[in-house]
């Protein structure tokens, strides 16, 4: 039995930190179309059958400050049973630390670069959540809006929504200002 103040574990090697994040569904399928994942009896593997951190990029970690730690890790891990009671997925990337920068308890966010040949950018502000579904007002001919619903992904910086699929093209206009105002038909010209 070890006596008050005494050390019944200690940390001896920190060179690599694991971080433990979770996906929602959502994110957890846009993730597997992203990058072509698909599920075995392994978990999630790349579309040659290649381990989840080889299929996907290198990740990133967002420290509180706002600043991306030096160095890029890779996800080791990823649950293959979605937690029915916060329907997310757990996953492990693990973070070279040869510094001693990253500590236990240390909180931050983990970043996946997402790369796209083209897309369409909106700012947040346009934007009206319905349930897990973002919904745009688009400006028709006529001065009228027609909503329509999108799905997306989140820029780094909290100021844009990246449109993955949904029937908003390049060129549309859509409403950046006061949309939980409107409704379909409106006329705003």
Same mark, same amino acid.
């Given at each position: 039995?070890?006596?008050?103040?005494? $050390?019944?574990? @200690?940390?001896?090697?920190?060179?690599?930190? #694991?971080?433990?994040?979770?996906?929602?569904?959502?994110?957890?399928?846009?993730?597997?179309? @992203?990058?072509?994942?698909?599920?075995?009896?392994?978990?999630? %593997?790349?579309? !040659?059958?290649?381990?989840?951190?080889?299929?996907?990029?290198?990740?990133?970690? @967002?420290?509180?400050?706002?600043?991306t730690y030096d160095h890029d890790g890779k996800m080791t891990k990823m649950d293959a049973i979605v937690q029915q009671?916060?329907?997310?997925?757990?996953?492990?990337?693990?973070?070279?630390?040869?510094?001693?920068? *990253?500590?236990?308890? *240390?909180?931050?966010?983990?970043?996946?670069?997402?790369?796209?040949?083209?897309?369409?950018? &909106?700012?947040?502000?346009?934007?009206?959540? *319905?349930? #897990?579904?973002?919904?745009?007002?688009? &400006? !028709?001919?006529?001065?009228? &809006?027609?909503?329509?619903?999108?799905? &997306? $992904?989140?820029?780094?910086?909290?100021? %844009?929504?990246?449109?993955?699929?949904?029937?908003?093209?390049?060129? #549309? %206009?859509?409403?950046?200002?006061?949309?939980?105002?409107?409704?379909?038909?409106?006329?705003?010209?």
């Amino acid at each position: 039995m070890a006596s008050r103040g005494s $050390y019944l574990c @200690q940390v001896s090697d920190n060179s690599d930190v #694991d971080a433990k994040f979770s996906f929602n569904e959502t994110q957890l399928l846009q993730l597997i179309k @992203q990058f072509n994942l698909r599920v075995t009896s392994r978990g999630l %593997e790349g579309p !040659k059958g290649q381990l989840i951190g080889d299929a996907m990029p290198a990740l990133k970690l @967002q420290l509180k400050d706002g600043s991306t730690y030096d160095h890029d890790g890779k996800m080791t891990k990823m649950d293959a049973i979605v937690q029915q009671s916060t329907g997310t997925v757990t996953c492990t990337g693990s973070f070279p630390n040869p510094n001693g920068m *990253l500590r236990s308890g *240390l909180s931050a966010s983990v970043v996946i670069p997402v790369s796209s040949d083209s897309v369409i950018c &909106v700012p947040q502000t346009a934007a009206v959540r *319905l349930q #897990d579904q973002m919904m745009f007002y688009r &400006v !028709k001919k006529d001065g009228t &809006v027609e909503g329509v619903i999108c799905h &997306v $992904y989140p820029s780094n910086d909290g100021t %844009e929504y990246y449109i993955m699929d949904g029937s908003l093209q390049p060129g #549309d %206009e859509v409403v950046t200002n006061g949309a939980r105002k409107l409704s379909n038909g409106m006329k705003i010209r």
